[in-house]
């Protein structure tokens, strides 16, 4: 199988939506899917290393996995202005400066309670990013998210958490909405 995806190899390609590959990308090498505007998902779940601006540009770009990444790349994200919510794992030694520049959407929430020495200074440039986080489940691109040191009373979290799912389920057009509450 293919181990690594080579330099420039889908640089600039202007169709490319979705990437699904069935083998292990150990690494994807620079700017490998840089400027792919249309580009929406690349499952990184089995990628260890993200090289420099490997996905720079890709203004489509709004969800990727991360569980196995060790390094990501300075500029690895760089202008992925679609980017949502992204985890990073205490797994994660090494991210490169301005690795987030300009994701203006994007969320960092990171396992670890304070930035790594292995990290750079400025990896989370114009990001919002959240220490101390773990995912605990993911239901149909739903998180829901530890929060530590955080109490909430049970009587009020069942009668949310229930309000939450009836207007999530609402939404997603799951059931309909009742007209009559009585």
Same mark, same amino acid.
């Given at each position: 199988?293919?181990? &690594?995806?080579? #330099?420039?190899?889908?640089? *600039?390609?202007?169709? +490319?939506? =979705?990437?699904?590959? =069935?083998?292990?990308?150990?690494?994807?090498?620079?700017?490998?899917?840089?400027?792919? =505007? +249309?580009?929406?998902?690349?499952?990184?779940?089995?990628? #260890?290393?993200?090289?420099?601006?490997?996905?720079?540009?890709?203004?489509? +770009?709004?969800? /990727?996995?991360?569980?196995?990444? /060790?390094?990501?790349?300075?500029?690895?994200?760089?202008?992925?202005?679609?980017?949502?919510?992204?985890?990073?794992?205490?797994?994660?030694?090494?991210?490169?400066?301005?690795?987030?520049?300009?994701?203006?959407?994007?969320?960092? @929430?990171?396992?670890?309670?304070?930035? #790594?020495?292995?990290?750079?200074?400025?990896?989370?440039?114009?990001?919002?990013?959240?220490? *101390?986080?773990?995912?605990?489940?993911?239901?149909?691109?739903?998180?829901?998210?530890?929060?530590? =040191?955080?109490?909430?009373?049970? *009587?009020?979290?069942?009668?949310?958490?229930? &309000?939450? *799912?009836?207007?999530?389920?609402? @939404?997603?057009?799951?059931?309909?909405?009742?007209?009559?509450?009585?």
């Amino acid at each position: 199988g293919i181990s &690594s995806i080579p #330099k420039y190899s889908f640089f *600039g390609c202007k169709n +490319l939506k =979705n990437v699904n590959v =069935n083998s292990v990308i150990e690494v994807v090498e620079e700017h490998s899917f840089s400027s792919c =505007n +249309l580009l929406e998902y690349f499952d990184l779940s089995k990628t #260890k290393t993200i090289e420099t601006s490997a996905f720079s540009h890709c203004t489509k +770009l709004t969800n /990727i996995n991360l569980d196995n990444v /060790i390094s990501i790349g300075t500029l690895a994200f760089l202008a992925c202005s679609q980017l949502g919510d992204v985890y990073i794992k205490e797994t994660v030694m090494i991210i490169g400066s301005r690795a987030f520049h300009n994701c203006f959407n994007a969320v960092l @929430y990171c396992e670890d309670k304070e930035q #790594k020495d292995t990290w750079a200074e400025d990896f989370n440039d114009s990001v919002k990013c959240y220490f *101390g986080m773990t995912k605990l489940i993911e239901y149909n691109n739903f998180s829901f998210r530890k929060i530590p =040191n955080f109490i909430m009373p049970v *009587g009020i979290s069942f009668f949310i958490f229930q &309000s939450l *799912g009836y207007v999530i389920d609402v @939404y997603r057009e799951e059931v309909e909405a009742e007209k009559n509450f009585c």
